[in-house]
Antibody, heavy 122, light 110 residues
Framework: QVQLQESGPGLVKPSQTLSLTCTVS??????????WSWIRQHPGKGLEWIGY???????YYNPSLKSRVTISIDTSKNQFSLKLSSVTAADTAVYYC??????????????WGQGTLVTVSS | QSVLTQPPSASGTPGQRVTISCSGS????????VHWYQQVTGTAPKLLIY???ERPSGVPDRFSGSKSGTSASLTISGLRSEDEADYYC???????????FGGGTKLTVL
């Protein structure tokens, strides 16, 4: 059974960089066929896809966040990470990591982490 | 405002059948698969239906999905109290070149 677990600071100051790590267990992040993704959910709101990394290191980001997002992958640790720069209060959200099954233009998220609340405040 | 449109709420009594709709466009639902996620309050979303009408292992057959044109539906038969949750549709969007979600439908079991 694949499990994902987010970790990182729950409080980030405005203008700083939000950094989160997702640790994958029960499966190898190096196995093909999956994108390793980040999704966020603003309080009381819906879901927003942030972006993904393939095990090879190739990435793709939501155009609305692309200028501020970096997703990286560490196959030796079976982890992938999210960095979101120049944060504001609008970035306050629950951040989820998820495994995305690759299926050309039909991708879906089959495993999710439990989510971690990140609050942007001074 | 979400790319995919869902009703904000739905309700039913135990044993009833409830259908939740999801409306999109030719750049998403109309051209590729739709997926559905269930999110119980305070927990992470869970994959409920993928590729329009496929159920992952462990999902009861009370849950079913369908699609026609640029709209999709999730039907829950034999409604149970534990089905009370938020339900999200999702699909790949050609304009975004990435996945998009509906705004979610809060299902209340009366």
């Amino acid at each position: 059974q694949v499990q994902l677990q987010e970790s990182g600071p729950g409080l980030v100051k405005p203008s700083q960089t939000l950094s989160l790590t997702c640790t994958v267990s029960g499966g190898s992040i190096s196995s093909g066929g999956y994108y390793w993704s980040w999704i966020r959910q603003h309080p009381g709101k819906g879901l927003e896809w942030i972006g993904y990394s393939y095990y090879s290191g190739s990435t793709y980001y939501n155009p609305s966040l692309k200028s501020r997002v970096t997703i990286s992958i560490d196959t030796s640790k079976n982890q992938f990470s999210l960095k979101l720069s120049s944060v504001t209060a609008a970035d306050t959200a629950v951040y989820y990591c998820a495994r995305e099954v690759t299926m050309f233009r039909g991708e879906y998220f089959d495993y999710w982490g439990q989510g971690t609340l990140v609050t942007v405040s001074s | 405002q979400s790319v995919l449109t869902q009703p904000p709420s739905a309700s039913g009594t135990p044993g009833q059948r409830v259908t939740i709709s999801c409306s999109g466009s030719t750049s998403n639902i109309g051209s590729i698969y739709v997926h559905w996620y269930q999110q119980v309050t305070g927990t992470a979303p869970k994959l409920l239906i993928y590729s329009d009408d496929e159920r992952p292992s462990g999902v009861p057959d009370r849950f079913s999905g369908s699609k026609s044109g640029t709209s999709a539906s999730l039907t829950i038969s034999g409604l149970r109290s534990e089905d009370e949750a938020d339900y999200y549709c999702a699909a790949w969007d050609d304009s975004l070149s990435g996945p998009v979600f509906g705004g979610g439908t809060k299902l209340t079991v009366l």
